[in-house]
Structure formats: structure tokens, C-alpha cells
């Protein structure tokens, strides 16, 4: 079982570069979210989804784009990354009536 | 707004004692979902217990138990006789019923248990 595989584990980005983060799901789960994790404040929530063709902004959504075009994939673009991205980025996805996330292994993600 | 807070930043117990992660929350909604989740030091966050809000029974899991008080906006976590193993991050989350179910996380509080 994959449950939720991020794309790549780690990356290093030079200020003003772009990346996309991918995050994949066999699970068939409807919702999928993306958080960043910061030293002492926890998770914070980006940008989630609640099924294909559709995304919405969560708590910390500027300078970050999302699509998910197909329901088991959920993509995090950064268009022009800046040193304050610097983070580590979480997948996560939950079936609808059961509402547990289960969570990606993590994107360490340094913007120099 | 929804808000969690562990005011535990770190906690260092010696193996074998019991520890107490204390998790206070907010919310206008009244029906809600609590969570805490493990972070081992390999990163990955691992699921350990959902409880729903008009759901005030405590539970036992091996040597975990929660003990949740809506009186009080309480959802207390408790390892009898810890091990090594425990040492982790552990996060304490609400959520929505309805809607997206967004998780809200608390800061986390680090927990180490020295052999």
C-alpha cells in the first residue's frame, strides 16, 4: 500500500526560481490538502481540495498555486520562490465519511 | 475561529514514567472532531486518534489514553510507562464535521523519553 507519496523528498531552489511539488494518492480518496510545518507553529494549511477540478485557499495560500486535475493527483507550484517558503511540505488526504487525513512523508524544501 | 494550543513546548521523562500531553481548544462549532497525531523523528506523521465532539467517553489504547473534557475544551493525552519509542512530536488538531474537515493544529509538543 503507497497511501500518499510527495514528489521529491528534499530540494534546494535559488530565490525567484519555480517548482512544483506533486502528491499522489491510490486510496481513492475524495479530499486532498497541502500544509507547510514551521519550527513552534505546528501545521499550517495551503491549499486543499475537495475532489477533481476543484481547489480552495486554506490559512497560508500567497505565493502558492494549486490544480488538481485528476483525482488521485494534487499539485503545489511555487512560481517565484522566496527564502520565507523554506519549509517542510505535507500531502494529506482523507475519504470523505471518515474524515482522517493521512499524511505524505514530507517535502523539505530550502529556498537559498 | 478554530484554535488549538499545547502549551507544552518539551517534555524529557525518564523511560517507564508516565507523561501527560495537555491540549487545550476553541471553537463556535458544536460538533467538532479531535485529533492527535505522532511525528517520530523519520518525519512522517502518523494517525493515532479521531474523537468526536458529542462523544465524551474516554479511551485506552494499549498504553495510550485520551480523556476528553468539553467542559473544560480538553483533550488530554496520556503514555503509561513510556519507552524510547515514544519520543516523538505529537500534534494535537481539531476539525470541521461538514465542509472540507480542514485540520487546525496546535504547536506540538516534543516529547522525549531517556533510557
Known amino acids: 500500500n503507497a497511501g500518499v507519496t510527495q514528489t521529491p523528498k528534499f530540494r534546494v531552489l535559488k530565490t525567484g526560481q519555480s517548482m512544483t511539488l506533486l502528491c499522489a494518492q491510490d486510496?481513492?480518496?475524495?479530499?486532498m490538502y497541502w500544509y507547510r510545518q514551521d519550527p513552534g507553529m505546528g501545521l499550517r494549511l495551503i491549499h486543499y481540495?475537495?475532489?477533481?477540478?476543484?481547489?480552495a485557499k486554506g490559512e497560508v495560500p500567497d505565493g502558492y498555486n494549486v490544480s488538481r486535475l485528476k483525482k488521485q493527483n494534487f499539485l503545489l507550484g511555487l512560481e517565484s520562490a522566496a527564502p520565507s517558503q523554506t519549509s517542510v511540505y505535507f500531502c494529506?488526504?482523507?475519504?470523505?465519511?471518515?474524515?482522517?487525513?493521512?499524511f505524505g512523508a514530507g517535502t523539505r524544501l530550502s529556498v537559498l | 475561529a478554530q484554535k488549538v494550543t499545547q502549551a507544552q513546548t518539551e517534555i524529557s521523562v525518564v523511560e517507564k514514567e508516565d507523561v501527560t500531553l495537555d491540549c487545550v481548544y476553541e471553537t463556535r462549532d458544536t460538533t467538532y472532531y479531535l485529533f492527535w497525531y505522532k511525528q517520530p523523528p523519520s518525519g512522517e506523521l502518523v494517525f493515532l486518534i479521531r474523537?468526536?465532539?458529542?462523544?465524551?467517553q474516554n479511551e485506552i489504547s494499549g498504553r495510550y489514553s485520551w480523556n476528553f473534557q468539553k467542559s473544560t475544551s480538553s483533550f488530554n493525552f496520556t503514555i503509561t510507562a513510556s519507552q524510547v519509542v515514544d519520543s516523538a512530536v505529537y500534534f494535537c488538531?481539531?476539525?470541521?464535521?461538514?465542509?472540507?474537515?480542514?485540520?487546525?493544529f496546535g504547536q506540538g509538543t516534543r516529547l522525549t523519553i531517556n533510557p
Open positions: 488538531a481539531l476539525s470541521e464535521v461538514l465542509g472540507a474537515q480542514k485540520l487546525v
Open positions: 486510496m481513492n480518496h475524495e479530499y
Open positions: 481540495s475537495v475532489g477533481e477540478g476543484t481547489t
Open positions: 474523537r468526536n465532539s458529542f462523544d465524551e
Open positions: 494529506a488526504s482523507s475519504y470523505l465519511k471518515w474524515n482522517i487525513q493521512y
